[in-house]
Every structure is written in structure tokens, then in C-alpha cells.
């Protein structure tokens, strides 16, 4: 009776060992499988992005344009002529950019004889030109090129007229002009170009009437 007594008593100390074993092992089990899920949560979450700011611009840019002028007097035909032009600006980039600038405009404007149907010279009148630009970057290509469009109000202010065979000066031309101007452009690493077209909203030319001018230009530059 004694002993079966004492095996009760060892069985009983057995089992409540095993079951203590087993309780650790089953908090051990929790406590792994919490720690791992934190690890993964912890690793899965992403960082929080980092917002690109605007880029801002310096741009020089030159190249050549070709001019017209509507209109005619009672001996000579206006007729397209080629000058060129030269310009800074500053852009503030993005989806929707927005740029400011000055440019030197030399638009030639050539003259036909109605008696003759030959060409009788050029006018040249050189204006300080302030397009001022929004435009939209609709194509990115990589990370190096994108393409865009524009649209520009400018005022042009006429600072000179050189020599020529009809008698004109400086005095007979519009001191300022308001130009709607729009085109389209591309950006390749550091540099651009634009070609667009612009109209001027009144007449080039004082004593005479529609003579409103019109030009296409091509320009070529470097962005810093």
C-alpha cells in the first residue's frame, strides 16, 4: 500500500513536470512567432516617399527666325525675310512649368517691287522681346529627355531699325507690340529646342495699315 502510495506520488510530480515542460515550450512558440511577425512588419513597411521638389532653371538660347508682315504700300509687296534672335530665361520646371525671359529679336522683313516683281532690300528691326511662358511637360522619355508645349504672351519693345532703301526709321515703326506666341519643345540632358510661331496684335508699321507681323522661329540652347 506504501508503495503504491509512493508511485502515485512520483507519477503525480512527473505528470505536473511535463505539463510545466510543456506550458514553457508552448509560451516559447508564442513568443518566436510574435517576434517574427513583428520582424516582418517591421521590414514590409514601406518608407514614406520623399516629395521631389521643382526644379529651377537657367536657360541662354539663339537661332534663327523668318518674319512676315501683312499688308502692302502702292509700290512694293512685303515679303518673308530671315533674322535671328538671342535670349535668357528663367523656368521653374515640373508637369506645368512656368518661364520668364528677355530676348534680342533681329527680325528682317524683305520688300518686293509690284513694277518689277524683284526683291528692292530689307527692313531690319531689332526689338527687346519678354515672353513670358507656361507650358506642360506631356512626354518623359527615360530620364534624360521630355517633350512639352507652350504658349507665351510677349510684349516687344522696338529699340532700333537699320539703314535701308525705303526712308523707314525707327519713327515710323511702333515702339511696342503685344505677341500671342506658342509652340512646342524638347529637353535631351543639358540641352533644348523650340520651335513655335508668333503674331503680333497691331500694325508693325505706323503710316500704314495691316501690318501686323509674324514670325516662325527655331531656337537651340543649354539649360544650367
Known sequence: MKHTSKSYVWKSIVLVLVLIILNNVVEAQDTVKVTTVDTVVAVAAPPAAASSPEKKQFIIYAGP?????GGSTDKYNANSGVGYHIGVAWQKSGFIYGQFGVRFNNAIYGFQSKATTKDTGDLKVQAIDVPITAGINFLTIGKIANLRAFVSA?????IGVSDNNFGIDKDQVNSFIFYGQAGIGANVAFAMIDIGYNYGFSDLMKNFDNTNP???FLSLGIRF
Not at 65 to 69: L, R
Open 65 to 69: 527666325n523668318s518674319n512676315s508682315m
Open 154 to 158: 510677349m510684349p516687344s519693345f522696338t
Open 214 to 216: 509674324s514670325q516662325w
